[in-house]
């Protein structure tokens, strides 16, 4: 998919407005807040994995016990999932705020508008 747009460097971030480097700074905190949780969740569930297989415990389609269930690993990542959800809401939030504000027409912008179902066009 090709997105039409101007793209963003150096020249172009320093034209801004103070509000509108704001909000692509705050942007850039949320891609690094939802880089390190979805890390945290893939190391769990590595280490959810690595952890079983030296135990011995395999994990079956009737287990006994909550550390043989092959969704453990849903279990263990609930809260980091939920972190997530709260910062890609955040992120549809500042997007929004992007577009209001004139950033529209960056396809950087326009890619993570696509991609978090944020109209560009308001």
Do not use: W
Not at 84 to 90: E, K, L
Not at 96 to 117: F, M, P, S, T
Request: glycine share 6%; hydrophobic share 40%; with cysteine.
């Amino acid at each position: 998919m090709s997105f039409e747009g101007l793209p963003l460097t150096n020249d172009e971030i320093a034209a801004l407005t103070d509000e509108q480097r704001g909000i692509l700074a705050e942007l850039g905190l949320y891609a690094a807040q939802e880089l390190n949780l979805t890390k945290l969740i893939t190391e769990t569930a590595d280490q959810v994995k690595r952890s079983m297989t030296e135990a011995g415990f395999a994990r079956s389609d009737s287990p006994r016990t909550l550390h043989e269930d092959p969704e453990v690993e849903i279990l263990i990542s609930v809260k980091p999932r939920h972190k997530i959800a709260n910062v890609q809401n955040q992120i549809r939030r500042t997007l929004v705020r992007a577009v209001e504000l004139g950033l529209g027409k960056y396809r950087l912008i326009r890619r993570q508008c696509a991609n978090y179902g944020v109209p560009v066009n308001p």
